[in-house]
């Protein structure tokens, strides 16, 4: 008997188009569409498309509809199949170092290296590289710029090599923007079409990306997130993404924002209560009257931040809204695509049916002030009027003003909460015309009212794409950023990843010397310990408009109601009222200055690059000849001596505590992306192969070397491990009680054999996709991590390297079970593990015994294969070779 099937027929600008039309189910009265999530009906139609009845049955689609049409708790496995992923630098690197790497290794099976080619469409956007070197320059990002291809030029000849050699992957040079900006401005089809061996098909386009902010793109109604390289490796060669159908959430927007209230205000107000909510492993979706108030570009930013609340997606469904910005985008024939495929395939939202969502979460837009995040963490939102006074209670500023450095007597000196980065950064917030307007205007009438920035402040303008730089100058407001100090640095993420360079020699000296607490303010996403400066304390983030604001405050303990930011020409001072703008000027100047002109020029020529990238010269070739001088890209070990046989998995035995972590670590700390300091591992292996600390760039633009990378594995000068009182990537060598780096450690421990185990708290794995952090843990000899909860994407990062995910029962953890990290460990049965199955950990010391019950965070029988063939390359890899 065949399955029933959504097959129609979908007449488009006059062209027949395959679809598989999800009405069909309640013309079978199967499911009430009108009701079920948008981003439910997404999900059911990628599996309607991809029915073969050997991995997608009838059945699955019948289950999906089941799951969301009654809103239960327990949900099947589904295989999704993404249209397409998305890459950036610092992970492609990695990515396509192992494409090169699996193509040596079938080629030395005696296979046809070519059976390695991505079989989805794949761009990677180099955004990650550039650097805040210099700034308050006029030609500051053209320098940036040549400073970047002077020490990336080996990382952008592999990515040039890519480009050539592989299909379906397509390379945006350096230079171009950001990637979730270019894609939202410019990839995202929000349709996709395609030519099939029964005729053209037309589908949503759907995506993964190896960046955690992936999820940008679900403001445009693509379904959309991040996954770790290893993951989106697999998805390349045509594997689906196996996860548990996600319970949806609504969040229901009511009330209207008030007019001072940005973009940021609502997405930081949205990032702590969904925190608190619990939304990890759910997709959240946004619905309510309020959403007629949020622009296209506030949706953005607030589904750009779905990693900082723990959603895999925040998604807004497709509306007029989205129909609005593909035109003012220059996607007119686009736009009017989506209105027919979306009306016609019940994708569209009229606002005019009630939802049902596993569970409703009222937010009122009204209630919404003027607010931050920091100093560590982007849930932890301040509104503005109590920065102040919880600055000074963090950092002890009542008491730490006495210090005062002031080299040539300006105006205002250097001292504890002094702000010394001020960063508009990030695709975030200048991917919002609304705000980067807004701080224009705020830059323009400071500017004229005579106000400056301190001396100590390094202020930096990095868009997230080149159209911003058009209406900035097109505008006259760029004029005014440039008189601040806030000069183009670079299109790319720059100080939003932490590549905010350098601050002035005496400014780094005199803040390590006096151990002071300095801030960075940045319109970012993350804030992390040690990811925006390792000398400074406390990062916030804020909207642009915030950013200049304090800048010019040059300090983070003010109260912007009775302290002025400074005096004016007249000599009168100045408030913080007094330059900010009002939302009908920020309107006016939008719907004047932001044209469509500006996407049409920038993006006709976005693939071809500038003269730096069209000088790269390399060779295409099948297989790439790694280079064993380089300190860049080297082969890596993951397939040295691989086997198409398949063994058992080993028990864990006679393991060791190689570090046991807190709460809310971070990938920032168990894999950094940013300098490397001369004194730890990576450091002396760089030095001891030649390289000059100077050239050292960063950990991220060696990602592509796994001598450094493991080396850098919880090596974060942040990172606080309760073996040794000391934070840094330090540990405790057993039983010889040694103090030592964790690599030295886990050298040792290699050569004598010994297994390796990591403890932590809750939330282990926050923040980037960054696979290295998985990968460092897979080579520094680490068979599981045993933690209270892990982050949804490191975990599954976890799994794709091998090594076990375990958590506590619930109730238990490191410090309630009485351990203390000197003991000895065991792991049983682990040969005999189950999705979500329960085995029993032993830890023995001075012949006492502590036995406990650790759940394996195993989601999937395919996450079981997938850890019992050393990682999911590795299974992929025999699938294809076999086949």
């Known amino acids: 008997m065949t399955d029933p099937s959504l097959k129609q027929t979908l007449m488009m600008n006059q062209q027949a188009f395959i679809v598989y039309n999800i009405n069909v189910l309640e013309e079978m009265g199967l499911a009430k569409i009108n009701t079920l999530p948008f981003a439910a009906r997404v999900l059911i139609e990628n599996l309607a498309r991809n029915m073969d009845a050997n991995i997608i049955q009838w059945s699955d689609i019948v289950a999906a509809a089941n799951f969301y049409g009654t809103c239960a708790q327990t949900s099947e496995l589904i295989p999704f199949y993404p249209a397409r992923v998305l890459m950036q630098d610092f992970t492609g690197v990695p990515a396509v170092v192992d494409f090169a790497a699996m193509r040596n290794a079938v080629h030395e099976a005696g296979d046809d290296p070519r059976k390695i080619n991505p079989l989805v469409p794949v761009d990677l956007v180099i955004d990650h590289s550039i650097q805040v070197d210099h700034f308050k320059e006029k030609n500051a990002f053209f320098l940036n710029a040549q400073k970047e291809y002077e020490r990336n030029k080996e990382r952008y000849q592999l990515l040039k090599w890519a480009q050539k050699s592989f299909d379906n992957f397509r390379v945006v040079p350096p230079e171009s923007g950001i990637c979730h900006q270019i894609n939202l401005e410019y990839l995202a089809t929000v349709v996709s079409t395609k030519q099939t061996p029964e005729g053209l098909q037309a589908f949503p386009d759907t995506l993964v990306g190896t960046d955690s902010h992936t999820t940008m793109i679900n403001a445009l109604g693509v379904l959309g997130w991040g996954v770790g390289g290893i993951e989106a490796e697999a998805v390349m060669l045509g594997q689906p993404y196996y996860m548990n159908l996600p319970q949806i959430i609504g969040v229901n927007f009511i009330g209207k924002p008030k007019q001072q209230i940005t973009s940021t205000d609502i997405a930081l107000y949205v990032t702590h209560i969904l925190r608190e909510e619990n939304v990890v492993e759910k997709i959240v979706e946004y619905t309510g009257p309020g959403l007629r108030y949020l622009t296209l570009t506030d949706r953005a930013t607030i589904s750009n931040m779905s990693p900082e609340y723990g959603a895999t997606a925040g998604f807004f469904p497709v509306d007029e809204h989205t129909l609005n910005y593909l035109r003012k985008t220059n996607r007119s024939d686009t736009a009017a695509r989506v209105e027919t495929y979306c009306k016609a395939c019940g994708l ?11 569970k409703r979460i009222d937010v009122d837009l009204s209630l919404i002030e003027t607010s ?12 503005l009027s109590g920065v102040k006074e919880r600055a000074t209670k963090i950092f002890d500023l009542g008491n730490r003003k006495a210090l005062q450095i002031n080299p040539e007597n300006k105006p205002q000196a250097l001292t504890n909460g002094s702000v010394v980065i001020a960063a508009i950064t990030s695709c975030t917030n200048t991917s919002n015309p609304y705000t980067m307007i807004g701080a224009g205007l705020a830059a323009k009438k400071a500017v004229e009212k005579g106000l400056s920035i301190p001396w100590y402040v390094k202020p930096s303008l990095s868009p997230g794409s080149r159209v911003v730089l058009d209406y900035l100058k097109g505008s006259g407001l760029m004029d005014y950023f440039q008189a601040l100090g806030f000069n183009n640095t670079g299109f790319g993420c720059m100080t939003c990843i932490g590549n905010s360079g350098p601050l002035d020699p005496f400014i780094e000296e005199s803040i390590k010397t006096n151990e002071m ?3 960075s303010v940045l319109s970012g996403n993350r804030n992390f310990e040690a990811r925006i400066h390792q000398d400074v304390t406390g990062n916030f983030l804020m909207s642009p408009i915030l950013v200049v604001i304090y800048a010019i405050a040059g300090r983070i303990d003010i109260d912007f109601k009775t302290e002025p930011l400074g005096i004016s020409k007249e000599g009168t001072p100045v408030f913080m009222a007094d330059i900010w703008p009002e939302a009908d000027e920020i309107n006016h100047f939008v719907e004047t200055y932001v044209h469509e002109k500006f996407f049409k020029d920038q993006y006709a020529h976005i693939f071809k690059g500038d003269k730096l990238w069209q000088e790269l010269e390399v060779e295409e070739s099948t297989t790439f000849k790694f280079d064993e001088a380089s300190r860049y ?16 998995l080993e028990d864990i035995k006679d393991a060791r505590a190689l570090l046991v972590l807190g709460d809310s670590v971070t990938t920032d700390h168990i894999s950094p992306a940013g300098a490397i300091p001369v004194d730890y591992p990576a450091g002396k292996y760089l030095i001891e192969n030649g390289v000059k600390p100077w050239d050292f760039n960063s950990y991220g633009s060696r990602r592509g070397n796994h001598d450094v990378m493991m080396r850098g594995t919880f090596a974060n000068i942040r990172i606080k491990n309760r073996l040794v009182s000391d934070t840094g990537g330090l540990t405790v060598k057993f039983p010889e009680n040694e103090q030592c780096y964790v690599f030295d450690a886990s050298q040792k421990y290699r050569d004598e054999h010994t297994d390796l185990v990591v403890f932590s708290g809750a939330e282990y794995g926050t923040g980037s996709s960054r696979d290295w952090a998985a990968k460092g843990t897979r080579l520094l000899g680490i068979k599981a991590v045993i933690a209270t909860s892990f982050e949804r994407i490191h975990r599954s990062n976890l799994v794709g390297m091998g090594v076990l995910p375990l958590i506590f029962k619930e109730g238990e953890s490191f410090e309630s079970l009485g351990l203390k990290g000197d003991e000895i460990f065991d792991i049983r049965q682990v040969n005999q593990i189950k999705p979500n199955g329960l085995l029993t950990v032993s830890a023995l010391k001075d012949g006492k015994q502590i036995r406990f019950d650790v759940i394996a965070k195993l989601n999937t029988d395919i996450e079981i294969d997938y850890i019992k063939n050393g990682g999911i390359l590795h299974y992929v890899l025999r699938q294809m070779i076999k086949n």
């Open 372 to 383: 931050v995040a920091g100093p560590s963490r982007p849930q932890d939102r301040i509104s």
């Open 633 to 648: 890209i080297r082969n890596p070990p993951f397939f040295q001596d691989f086997s198409l046989d398949l063994t058992d």
């Open 348 to 358: 569209f939202n009229t606002h005019d049916h009630e939802i049902q969502f596993s």
């Open 517 to 519: 607490d300095v801030m």
